[in-house]
């Protein structure tokens, strides 16, 4: 009897130590999008003002990331929050595609706004050497960014373990981007070696580290605008999936109904099923049918939750 209560006291304890981290979890959840605003708008202020105080290319170019970054988080945030309107008239496949086109413009409107930078200032960035040298304080500034961008890391991959089972399968995560994050501290350690380089004599080193950023920002921007004009296109969703569709279509009623087509693709990050079916019964009623539409919808949205329409069409 004691082993029995003193084994059900330590279940209990960790159920309740289970449901403790859990609730601390959703705080951290609720605080992802604020983490992911803050960390970028806090680099950019350090950024700017110390790239221009401490005369280093490198850091303003490395503040130029950090804008980026935050812009397409922005727009990421914006364009979730307008794709989840109901349709309506106007629009009867709902708005899903707006997240898309304001990715589109935001990643081209930061190509354009980096390019127009480095063409402005590409005497001092490209030809000129540095008549003054960048300050130590730089490399501060440049390891105090690499620990924020690190501990940012480390707490939006922790709410990610923790939710893993929620995120949607029609894609990449777009709301927690890892790569932006550790690419701003890759560009804060080269910030680093160009001011090591300038102070031991190599003087074009902060400018050329300057370039290199502003060439990670273009690609990186350049991906970002070729997947969400890619988003806006609709394309079909894998083999696999579409046989588990037919599975459990033909799981309902193989007797009643025939399987004439079925299609199924991504609008967006939505999925859209069109099915056709020949009822076999000549003398169905359009109640039948609308009990086989129904079972046939209701299977199927079991099976993810990024289905969002189905149109069920019958022929006799």
Request: proline share 2%.
């Amino acid at each position: 009897m004691r082993v029995n209560e003193a084994n059900n006291s330590e279940a209990n304890n960790s159920e309740a130590n289970k449901n403790e981290v859990h609730e601390k979890c959703l705080q951290c959840r609720k605080q992802a999008g604020t983490v992911q605003l803050v960390r970028p708008f806090f680099l950019i202020v350090i950024g700017l003002f110390f790239g221009v105080m401490g005369n280093s290319k490198g850091l303003l170019a490395d503040g130029l990331f950090s804008i980026a970054n935050m812009l397409i988080a922005l727009s990421i945030s914006l364009g979730k929050k307008w794709g989840k309107k109901d349709e309506d008239e106007a629009h009867p496949y709902g708005y899903g595609k707006i997240e898309f086109i304001i990715g589109a413009f935001a990643g081209g409107s930061i190509i354009l706004g980096t390019l127009m930078w480095v063409y402005n200032f590409r005497d001092s960035i490209i030809f000129n050497y540095a008549l003054i040298f960048p300050s130590y304080l730089i490399i501060l500034v440049s390891i105090l960014s690499i620990l924020v961008n690190e501990m940012a890391l480390k707490y939006l991959r922790c709410m990610e373990k923790q939710f893993a089972h929620e995120m949607t399968n029609t894609g990449t995560n777009a709301e927690i981007n890892f790569w932006a994050i550790r690419g701003e501290s890759f560009s804060a350690v080269a910030v680093i070696l160009g001011v090591l380089g300038t102070r031991f004599g190599w003087l074009h080193a902060d400018g050329i580290v300057a370039l290199l950023i502003t060439v990670a920002i273009v690609v990186s921007s350049a991906k970002f605008f070729w997947d969400s004009v890619s988003g806006l296109l609709d394309k079909s969703i894998p083999s696999e999936q579409v046989a588990q569709i037919i599975k459990a279509i033909g799981e309902i009623g193989p007797d009643a109904f025939e399987l004439k087509r079925t299609i199924a693709y991504l609008n967006g990050r939505n999925i859209r099923v069109n099915i056709e079916i020949k009822i076999n019964e000549v003398t169905a009623t359009i109640e039948h049918f609308d009990q086989i539409a129904d079972a046939i919808k209701k299977r199927i949205f079991q099976l993810n939750s990024a289905i969002t329409h189905i149109n069920v069409a019958y022929s006799l």
